[in-house]
């Protein structure tokens, strides 16, 4: 049997990227502007729909850093933001001087738990520290509990800005993530649903934001015949090259959606007759997620059977798996900031493993994986 590497989610091309990017070359737009660029975001804009106005970036940690600049946060204002995520998602607080409050998971979508979100919030109000925003994010393609994050953020007045970077395809009551936020952001990283190599979009919900996003990712450059500079900016425009791939991805985004989902039900099957392990699925008809990734969570751990285990035997027949996020008011760099909620999210790092989930994945490779965590499970 071929023993090549198995990733857990690498880049899948449909085979028109090629084309714009070539355009790009005859055209001589290698630059941050050009027609892939517009058009990629126009693309990104017919595809979220209605009051989506797109600027693609270089990345999305780049997307959330302008968000927070948008939304006004400076330094030494509190930032609250859900605790299991990558640190894509928190670092840009600490970029503008910020503090991050860390807020726990609930156990159905696995993201922000509303009512921690609430105690926080209130919490922070009472110590005269009020949040100045609030990042939601979409974990491995599954929608947060949105109306009820958005009701807490109304209700007091807090900036939502809604991280969509693993949620591209994923919609809440047939409403496309990416379009929930005051701010929402994209990423097109070479694991995501989509990829452009590396970038991101920043999704605004009128035309004069998006302008002012662009504005300030191309170093804030004043209308005059030299460079004039008024407030800072930031090089942070997705180039014409980059641009071309997306555009040629956009094309195929709805058969990865169903090839990662179809990923997702070969999972449940492998372990429909283990009450131990389950795979992360929609909590109800509301929720519509494109799997980004499959991932599974053992209820009970022993010495024997756990994650850890599991993920190191598919290492040996060359299959990567990876563990979940470490929740960030665990991480080094974080340990000091304050954190509300319980133990959800450091249980489900504990006990959680993404397992490969590529849209690319062969049914050769597929079998691959069905023998050796039966394997592992006999």
Not at 62 to 87: N, P, S
Not at 224 to 230: E, K, T, V
Not at 285 to 294: E, G, P
Not at 362 to 378: C, F, M, S, Y
């Amino acid at each position: 049997m071929n023993n090549e590497k198995i990733w857990l989610s690498s880049p899948h091309m449909g085979g028109n990227e090629q084309s714009y990017i070539n355009s790009a070359f005859e055209e001589n737009w290698i630059a941050p502007l050009g027609p892939n660029v517009t058009g990629f975001e126009k693309d990104l804009e017919d595809y979220l729909g209605e009051n989506s106005h797109v600027a693609c970036l270089s990345s999305g940690t780049g997307a959330i850093h302008l968000a927070l600049v948008l939304a006004g946060v400076e330094r030494d204002d509190e930032v609250i933001c859900q605790t299991f995520t990558f640190c894509g998602s928190s670092n840009p607080i600490a970029y503008v001087g910020a503090r991050p409050v860390f807020v726990d998971s609930e156990l159905d979508t696995w993201n922000m738990c509303p009512n921690y979100l609430e105690e926080a919030i209130k919490d922070r109000i009472k110590a005269g520290k009020k949040p100045k925003a609030v990042i939601m994010v979409h974990l491995y393609g599954m929608p947060a509990k949105i109306d009820e994050i958005t009701e807490v953020c109304k209700r007091y007045d807090v900036f939502l800005i809604e991280d969509a970077a693993e949620a591209l395809g994923s919609t809440y009551k047939g409403r496309a993530c990416g379009t929930f936020g005051d701010i929402s952001i994209l990423s097109f990283n070479g694991n995501k649903i989509i990829t452009t190599s590396g970038g991101g979009a920043l999704v605004c919900r009128n035309k004069e934001k998006k302008d002012k996003a662009i504005f300030l990712a191309t170093q804030a450059r004043d209308s005059a015949p030299h460079y004039q500079h008024s407030v800072i900016g930031y090089n942070y425009r997705m180039s014409n090259i980059v641009a071309g791939i997306g555009r040629g991805q956009m094309e195929i985004l709805d058969k990865h959606v169903g090839l990662r989902r179809r990923n997702n039900d070969f999972y449940r099957e492998i372990f429909s007759n283990k009450n131990t392990i389950e795979v992360l699925q929609e909590p109800s008809k509301d929720y519509f997620s494109n799997h980004w990734l499959s991932v599974i969570l053992f209820k009970k751990i022993d010495k024997v059977c756990n994650n850890e285990n599991l993920r190191i035997f598919l290492e040996n027949f060359n299959i990567e798996s990876r563990p979940l996020w470490k929740p960030m008011h665990m991480q080094p760099i974080y340990i000091n900031e304050k954190y509300y909620g319980d133990s959800n999210a450091s249980s489900l790092f504990e006990s959680g493993l993404c397992l490969p989930s590529g849209s690319n994945l062969t049914e050769e490779q597929l079998v691959r994986i069905k023998t050796a965590i039966n394997n592992w499970l006999d």
